[in-house]
């Protein structure tokens, strides 16, 4: 079975641009999350999708935003970066999201803005 | 707010020998725990699981033990390997609605197995 793929695993933007990442889980999972990763801050939820809905938030500005796909694969947006969205992004999906099941990851994509 | 904590940052162990990664947090609520050991330029991958309802849970050469009165939970690693040698996150997730798809992860520590 194919593990959670994301694409693209490089990005260099530069200031105030926009970028989508996107996220295909592993087949038969439902639930994706999002998470940014950084030497300062470790890893930070952003959000979850399941069934197309978005089921709950972290702590992110609104320039951060996602979506799930009737096949469960996700985007995530950020618009008008800044310097300080660099960062590794990471997907992680399980079967339905609940709070006693494992989540798996996705390889990342580090988002690299100038 | 760091609801888990690892306040390790590095453990250098030598080959052969047992690992022990430690794990606090702060939040009650917590009632499911994960580790996971991450490579550079890789995603995080699981390794095992535990639920307050337990006090230990065993997969091979790993065993994680959950202390809830002390808020408390480490991960022992018997033998350490070269291969070994990475980041380990601890995760912890509450029950309810809230935390869906929701973990909060430790700031990791980089293990070093050395021969």
């Known amino acids: 079975k194919a593990g959670v793929t994301q694409t693209p695993r490089y990005l260099i933007k530069t200031r105030g641009q926009q970028v989508t990442l996107s996220c295909s889980p592993i087949?038969?999972?439902?639930?994706v999350s999002w998470y940014q990763q950084t030497p300062g801050q470790g890893l930070q939820f952003l959000f979850e999708?399941?069934?197309?809905?978005?089921?709950n938030k972290g702590n992110f500005p609104g320039r951060f935003s996602g979506r799930q796909f009737s096949n469960s694969r996700s985007e995530m947006n950020v618009s008008t970066l800044e310097l300080g969205d660099s960062a590794l992004y990471l997907c992680?999906?399980?079967?339905?999201?609940?709070?006693?099941?494992?989540?798996?990851f996705g390889p990342g994509t580090r988002l690299t803005v100038l | 707010d760091q609801q888990v904590k690892q306040n390790s940052p590095s453990l250098s162990v030598q080959e052969g020998r047992i690992s022990i990664l430690n794990c606090d947090y702060t939040?009650?609520?917590?009632?499911?725990f994960l580790w996971y050991k991450k490579y550079p330029a890789e995603g995080p991958t699981f390794l095992i699981s535990?639920?307050?309802?337990?006090d230990k849970n065993e997969d091979g050469r790993f065993t994680v033990f959950l202390n809830k009165s002390a808020k408390h939970l480490s991960l022992h690693i018997v033998p350490s390997q070269p291969g070994d040698s990475a980041v380990y996150f601890c995760?912890?997730?509450?029950?309810?609605?809230?935390?869906?798809?929701?973990?909060?992860f430790g700031a990791g520590t980089q293990v070093v197995v050395t021969p």
């Open positions: 999708y399941f069934s197309e809905t978005q089921r």
């Open positions: 995760a912890a997730s509450a029950g309810g609605t809230d935390s869906w798809g929701k973990f909060q």
């Open positions: 992680a999906s399980s079967w339905t999201g609940g709070t006693s099941y494992e989540q798996f």
């Open positions: 939040n009650s609520m917590f009632d499911y």
């Open positions: 535990i639920s307050s309802i337990k």
């Open positions: 087949s038969g999972h439902r639930s």
